[in-house]
């Protein structure tokens, strides 16, 4: 809706959606691996949602829409997912923001 108001293209969905604790729980957790490198978990990692105060960053980032499934495989023990961030708007808002709470 934003880009047929203001008719030209901006990083919206990022602006209009990063919840404050989003960020916070990033700081308290302080663990930057997804925002680095692309991870490699099991699928537990990425439903681990009892409760969002001790929820994994891999977890709540994956949940929230800011991390991507990349590639899937299957392991004689269950599948692991390559997650990483799902497109260059969302990882340039992103490390902006992480770049705010650790300076």
């Known amino acids: 809706m934003v880009f047929f108001r203001d008719k030209e293209f ?5 602006n209009t959606g990063t919840p404050t604790f989003l960020i916070e729980q ?3 957790n302080d663990d930057l691996k997804p925002f680095i490198n692309k991870e490699e978990v099991e699928e537990v990692v990425l439903r ?3 409760d969002y105060n001790e929820v994994g960053n891999i977890s709540l980032l994956f949940q ?3 991390l991507t499934i990349k590639k899937k495989e299957m392991k004689e023990n269950g599948s692991i997912y390559t ?4 497109n260059l708007e969302v990882e340039k808002s992103f490390l902006m923001s992480l770049q705010r709470i650790y300076i």
């Open 10 to 14: 901006a990083n919206n969905w990022f």
């Open 26 to 28: 990033i700081r308290k």
């Open 48 to 50: 681990d949602t009892s």
């Open 64 to 66: 929230t829409g800011y």
């Open 83 to 86: 997650i990483d961030l799902p």
